[in-house]
T-cell receptor
């Protein structure tokens, strides 16, 4: 149980284009979903937290107009990187949490974005 | 504010040797603590978690960790390392009642034959 999927697992796009990454909780309802960014050999940096049906809460320094997050249902959240630039190349990981007291997060497998 | 310090960006052990990965935390309230493992180009897998029950927590793959409030530590151990344990390990902390995790910088475990 508690499986989170991400699609695509990797994507290459040209500078100036937009890319959408999907995060799905497959066997549970996720009250909250999180988006992280991880640079090579570094830790995960929280980008934003989203709750179903409401606007995402972005961490300081994260451009909300560039990284659009939509949490349309209890099983799906999307991250759209708009007008991508090479510096947006990174490993993006989502996680989903269900409110069962321990607030455990279940992580997706990640999406490798390369902007050329 | 919470913070997590993982001592040692890299730890090298021989196969069969004891694994000890250190984690110290800072939190204004009794925290929830987690250890995750990450294999290359993959997401994070939960190894174990402390949520204010037993202070010695057993996880998957033979790992365990002990919550020591007096030392503000949550070190991860495994009696005998296996080659398949080679990966990046992250310690994380959250406040009870809040779902946001704060991660340490990670420790790369290297296992030599």
């Amino acid at each position: 149980g508690a499986v989170v999927s991400q699609h695509p697992s990797w994507v290459i796009c040209k500078s100036g284009t937009s890319v959408k990454i999907e995060c799905r909780s497959l066997d549970f309802q996720a009250t909250t979903m999180f988006w992280y960014r991880q640079f090579p050999k570094q830790s995960l940096m929280l980008m934003a937290t989203s709750n179903e049906g409401s606007k995402a809460t972005y961490e300081q320094g994260v451009e909300k107009d560039k990284f659009l997050i939509n949490h349309a249902s209890l099983t799906l959240s999307t991250l759209t990187v708009t007008s991508a630039h090479p510096e947006d190349s990174s490993f993006y990981i989502c996680s989903a949490g269900e409110d069962r007291g321990t607030y455990e997060q279940y992580f997706g497998p990640g999406t490798r974005l390369t902007v050329t | 504010a919470q913070s997590v310090t993982q001592l040692g960006s890299h730890v090298s052990v021989s196969e069969g040797a004891l694994v000890l990965l250190r984690c110290n935390y800072s939190s204004s309230v009794p925290p929830y603590l987690f250890w995750y493992v990450q294999y290359p180009n993959q997401g994070l897998q939960l190894l174990l978690k402390y949520t204010s029950a037993a202070t010695l927590v057993k996880g998957i793959n033979g790992f365990e960790a002990e919550f020591k409030k007096s030392e503000t530590s949550f070190h991860l151990t495994k009696p005998s390392a296996h080659m398949s344990d080679a990966a990046e390990y992250f310690c994380a902390v959250s406040d009870p009642g809040y779902s946001t995790l704060t991660f340490g910088k990670g420790t790369m475990l290297l296992v030599s034959p």
